[in-house]
């Protein structure tokens, strides 16, 4: 434990003093509250609908979470920092669990620093906790496949732009899995498969305050395969 | 085998290949705690792949490596405790000072906080990093990030450190310190030291492997490997307030006169001995000629020479003085 802390400390660090982990940092805080004062037209409805605020989430995110996983793996494979790592007492799992866990609190600081916008709009009427919750722990809950699809990706290349690329195609294909295959007119067994492993339809139950519990299997059995990946990826990828 | 017995660090037939291309074959080979083993070989002899195996950064395709008599395939990443490695690219922490990448390396072993902030402070202390400790990695000079990486494979309890290429860059003052401080951490360790830079390795290491084309073609400490020629001496004279030797007088020596070069202040003449026992008549006639002598020796093969035997290259002396 105390090693996979010293990894994550580390990682962390690589996104707090830098600006690429400032700039989808303040992307991630800005975007999310504008839209929902400014472009939603919040002020002049008189009603306090927080649903643009989770659906800018999920736009957002698709952008912020490659934009922060892309370096993971792909700027030390650049840099040849990756040597000092595998000789390093650490095991491939957990040099990618760190990596993967630094990502994710850094994004769920600036969910928790969203919250602000629920807390001020309490001052102003009452606002449904539960349901803020429930949205809350969806988000966290895409944030955490996306990161980890982000991770693996990063894990099998040194470019980050290939990187950035591939995780916003693949994010895109796993989100609107179903919604493709609706559009493309196929029906049956390969729009409920494609349905299965969307994304988007995950997370429906969330924004609308129910907890799914087949939902949270989802989240967690895709992000365990993914970092699993993600480790065959490191592995493979050695000197 | 009683551990106490074993070397510090024990490699044994170690084989690996990338394809078709076969990086290191069979290499073998041992090395006591307290000496600096020399890595020497040309670009591409396996020097790097040799040191990323015993670092445990990579698997080899067969052979083993041992550690104080612990064997690497028995231990998983645990047994990288044991190494310290200072790669040849400083590694791309710069968002961190230099006590934090000390405080993130010593925290991926299992020392305790109290250990680990002394052995943090003792290795900022050796590597004489106390003044710097805060300062982010990347405004470092270049001799402060070596130091840096230095410092850093000795927080842990490294018994083996690794040294890859590590005075690359380095001015003569820094390369100077940088030897003094290897040759302090090789007390109760085994330090191996890889270099393509001559002088650096002779004047460091005890000991010398020299790898070409993924083998070993010659290893033993550097007083073994470098055989002493009695038949060449070597005089040097000092020249203060003098002229050099003219070339009339130099023909009056007792022996042939191999060579002759001023250098500053002092005339440094090669002479073939005729036959063995007759340096006294040397001292003879230099004394008779009112020289004063700096030195007297016989021959000995340099580091060059014999690197340059054993691997073909013919570009080590200029390698070698480049580097100076």
């Known amino acids: ?239 | 085998m009683n551990a106490k017995t074993d070397p510090t660090l024990q490699v044994v037939d170690l084989t690996r290949s990338y394809g078709s291309f076969k990086a290191l074959d069979s290499v073998s080979f041992t090395a006591d705690a307290g000496r600096v083993l020399g890595l020497l070989g040309p670009n591409g002899a396996g020097k790097t792949t040799l040191l990323c195996l015993i670092a445990g950064a990579i698997v080899p395709d067969d052979g083993r490596i041992g550690i104080d008599g612990v064997w690497s395939l028995d231990e998983g990443p645990e047994w990288r405790t044991r190494i310290g490695f200072v790669p040849e690219e400083s590694p791309a922490f710069t968002h961190m000072s230099v006590r934090e990448y000390l405080d993130f390396l010593s925290g991926v072993t299992d020392l305790d906080r109290s250990e680990r902030a002394e052995r943090i402070e003792s290795a900022l202390t050796t590597c004489s990093l106390t003044d710097v400790a805060e300062r982010r990695y990347e405004h470092l000079s270049k001799g402060y990030r070596r130091r840096t990486c230095l410092a850093g494979a000795l927080v842990s309890n490294a018994r083996v450190i690794l040294l890859d290429e590590p005075t690359s860059g380095l001015d003569p003052q820094q390369k100077e310190d940088f030897s003094r401080l290897v040759r302090t951490l090789a007390d109760n360790r085994v330090v191996v030291f890889s270099s393509h830079n001559i002088p650096d390795i002779e004047g460091v290491c005890d000991d010398i492997l020299v790898l070409n084309k993924g083998s070993v073609v010659a290893s033993g400490s550097v007083d073994d490997l470098l055989t002493v020629d009695n038949r060449i001496l070597f005089l040097t004279i000092d020249l203060t307030g003098r002229k050099p030797l003219e070339d009339s007088l130099l023909k009056q020596a007792p022996f042939p006169v191999r060579s002759s070069s001023v250098r500053g202040e002092e005339q440094r003449i090669e002479f073939v001995l005729e036959a063995e026992g007759r340096q006294q008549e040397l001292i003879a006639w230099a004394v008779a000629n009112d020289m004063q002598i700096s030195e007297l020796r016989t021959a000995r093969e340099s580091l060059a020479e014999l690197y340059r035997g054993l691997t073909g290259q013919q570009n080590a002396d200029k390698a070698g003085k480049e580097d100076l």
């Open chain 1, 1 to 239: 434990m105390t090693r996979f802390l010293a990894a994550y400390k580390r990682e962390f660090r690589v996104y707090l003093y830098s600006s690429h982990g400032w700039i989808p940092g303040i992307i991630m805080l800005v975007v999310p509250v504008m839209n929902q004062f400014r472009f939603g037209a919040f002020m002049q409805t008189g009603i306090m609908d927080l649903s643009r605020l989770s659906s800018s989430w999920i736009a957002v995110l698709s952008l912020t979470v490659p934009a922060l996983t892309m370096r993971s793996f792909s700027e030390e494979y650049r840099t040849g920092a990756d040597l000092l790592l595998r000789t390093l007492p650490l095991s491939p799992s957990v040099t990618v669990l760190s990596k993967a866990t630094a990502v994710l609190s850094f994004i769920v600081v600036f969910l928790l620093l969203d919250l602000v916008v629920p807390l001020s709009m309490s001052l102003m009427g009452t606002v449904e906790a539960g349901l803020i919750l429930v949205r809350f722990t969806g988000l966290i809950m895409v944030s955490m496949v996306l990161v980890a699809l982000g991770v693996c990706v990063s894990s099998m290349t040194d470019s980050q732009i290939v990187a950035l690329m591939c995780s916003i195609v693949f994010f895109s294909v796993l989100s609107y899995a179903d919604s493709v295959g609706g559009a493309l007119g196929v029906d049956g067994t390969i729009v409920r498969l494609a349905r299965q492993i969307s994304l988007d339809y995950r997370h429906a139950p969330f924004v609308q305050g129910l907890v799914d519990g087949n939902a949270i299997l989802y989240f967690f059995g895709m992000t365990a395969v993914l970092l699993r990946v993600a480790v065959h990826g490191y592995v493979s990828r050695g000197y």
